[in-house]
């Protein structure tokens, strides 16, 4: 996705060392703040997004051994998604909306993020995070939910760490045709 590729541009800034806040901001200034919710072991248990004007989210762990199994809710009970990992190893994490499903996978080569792909129409948002820096940028190639980014950047910041070693090759490159046998 290049420069001019962009619908839009978030910027995510952490803040804090043991409660860590997640200050979402936009163009127009700050649109609200992720929390992660760890229990006592130290693993993330859920999590919230408060905006600074409109209704909450609730990122909700739901019930299994599986790690990033999570659910996306409202604070009306409204179902707005769920997560899951496969397996151990994998570093894909599968979301489901009910109208269609995503993946969050590493970045390409030897870079920290990730990358939200639709199944067909491939890359939709990229999730960048410098090496050593509290500050993480959102770009979003094509229309998409907002809420559905929230809970990707919430699935991405857990396991920020595992994105350095290097990730797939996106589904349209030459290499990735050629491993596959398509053209």
Sequence with gaps: MSQQDHTATYEVRIRGLFRRRHVVC???GELGVVRLRRNRWGMVAG?????TEGEVLLFRRDPGIL???FSLWTEG???L???LRWSFAAREISISTGGRPFRVV???GL???WRLVAPKTGEVARIHAPLFRRRITIEVGRRLDFELLLFAYFLAAQIMRESV??????EGSPSALAATGRS
Excluded at 47 to 51: I, K, V
Excluded at 165 to 170: A, D, L, T, V
Aim: aromatic share 10%; hydrophobic share 15%; glycine share 18%.
């Design 26 to 28: 936009g163009p127009d």
């Design 111 to 113: 870079r920290r993020g």
């Design 106 to 108: 590493p970045m390409p």
């Design 165 to 170: 070693w290097p990730g797939p090759q996106p």
């Design 67 to 69: 790690r990033s199994q």
């Design 81 to 83: 998604g769920a997560s």
């Design 77 to 79: 009970r409204e179902w």
């Design 47 to 51: 999590g919230s997004y408060r905006p």
